[in-house]
């Protein structure tokens, strides 16, 4: 018997339940004490398509999915065939015995057949064919003999209010029955069970949208503006949910460009404003980013990535936006981006934009992919540090209109907005204060910031050296350098970025588990960063590869335009699934042999 380390995926159409499903038995498993990695994978579509939920379990912290499961549950029959070869020998397959199903082709493989009267349970038991989702769900887990009550509650928390009792003691029935079928049927043939851990603590069942947004309200975000667009729309909701409860606005607006607008209109008024988008919706907001950037006003764009050009993929991950970040926008001007690559890092990074964007008065790009935007993980409540944010929190050269003393004293020879400083950083006093009257322009200004109508060389050479000035104190005052993980002494170094963290780190582990000395380089600041103290790092490797979610190997071409270092070699994943250490391992070993 293997205790607590299994991979279960669910399949099915759109409209079945999938990713509802997944998600339920994932917190059940979670609120048992066991740590999971969830990831979903759906088609753009409302109904059909195939869509499925993985989740690995473990009694470890998990970062990343791997592409072998033990148990596969089929919502249809298309799940069997797409995803057979995926079972390992002696897993499972559970389908509804009414399916059209090769079990001959399934045992073929390796695996065992596990058909079960899932409908008739859901009509007969619950008097809703509908429930035969609940019905898979609670047999998979008395397959692996989970304790139900797990899922009981789950259930009662998603019915029992919304929906009143009646709904959920139906589907608890049906539960019942599923369960103890299932479980007679199969669990002796079943080498892979799950046991609750006791006396675990709480852990939160969180995506990377999630901490997003809950850096964001943590850092006292108060407006967020911006048109739905996936993989972002679910941090869109996420603040929309917490709006009345926090005070905050949100606001849709008509599309991208507006969003960045009001958010720049908001920031300009001293209130901290994100806008969430991906990368169409960046491409819109292009101009406005200049105007951020000429107005020098601290604003927070969320970047979620997916695979593009044009539409692309809208549903599926990819990290092909990091060049087009780092240089959009016409015109020279500061920016920093960042990328974080846990769920953690998601919370605290966020959370760090608003800093930056305030400290340097300059747009702040956080960069995510759908891959990092809809992982779940179960993560202590104390990860996320609400009090450290707190405490943090640095709105830079900010004195607010209500800070009469303050502003009285500053502005004593007169308020320059635009004033030339040593390091580039001028007084920002929002609109409001009869003594800190100004004038904003896109165009270039003088240090008053009404337009310099003469377009005189020497005022437009200042202006533009303090503004670029800041990126030269950011990069040795708050960015930071890449961080290792693993032993000093490796062979070969894996460099990457973002939300390749977890299955370049379990690639890791992997590797010198089996005797390969190998180490990780993970890029969360990108831009602005010392360059001399990354060569040097990266001069001290003996050889790296860089491993990346596009084509090209973006990061790569960054290190290399900035330091002249070239990689060994490139691992690149771009067909809109996310990076895995399977398929990192397996790739790394060709890239060394063209070494």
Known sequence: ???????????????????????????????????????????????GGHNWYQVRVAERQLYSHEPHIQLLIAFDERTVSEHLHEVVEGGG?????????????????GAIPMPMPLLTIAEEVGGNKLMMNTAAVAAAAGIMEFDLS?????????????????????NIRVADAAYEEARKRYAHLFEWKLEAVPNAPQRMVINGNQALGFGALAAGCKFVASYPMTPASSLFEFMCAQARRFGIVVRQTEDEISGLLHCIGAAHAGVR???????????LMVESLSLAGSTET???????????????LPTRTGQEDLLFALHAGHGEFPRAVVAPGTIEQCFYEMARAFNLAEKYQMPVIVFTDNFLANSIRAVEPEAFDVQKVAREIDRGKLILPHEHGKIEQAVTNGYRRYEFTEDGISLRIPPGHPKAIYSVAGEEHLPEGFIDWEETAENRNRMMQKRMRKMTVAAHADMRLPEFYGPDDAEVTLVCWGSSYGP???????????????NMLHFVDIHPLDWDRVADILG??????????????????????????KADGVIARYDGRPLNPTYIIEHLNRVLTRV
């Open 1 to 47: 018997m293997i205790k607590n380390d299994v991979a279960f995926k669910l399949g099915g159409e759109a409209g079945q339940g999938v990713e509802s499903s997944g998600m339920g038995f994932a917190k059940a498993i979670a609120r048992a004490g066991l740590y999971i990695f969830g990831v979903q994978d759906y088609m753009s579509r409302i109904r």
């Open 273 to 283: 404003a994100f806008a969430c988008t991906s990368g169409g919706g960046f491409s």
């Open 540 to 565: 001290s490797c003996r050889s790296w590869v860089a491993v990346e979610g596009n084509y090209t190997g973006q990061l790569a071409r960054w290190i290399r335009m900035n330091t002249g270092l």
């Open 504 to 518: 370049v780190l379990e690639a890791v582990d992997t590797l010198n588990r089996n005797g390969m000395r190998a």
């Open 298 to 312: 601290p604003v927070v764009i969320v970047l979620a990535q997916r695979p593009g050009p044009a539409t692309g």
């Open 150 to 170: 797990y899922i009981e509650q789950v259930i009662r928390d998603n019915f029992g209010r919304r929906k009143g009792s009646d709904i959920a003691d139906r």
């Open 93 to 109: 397959v559970l389908y509804d015995d009414t399916f059209k199903v090769d079990a001959d082709a399934i045992k073929a493989h």
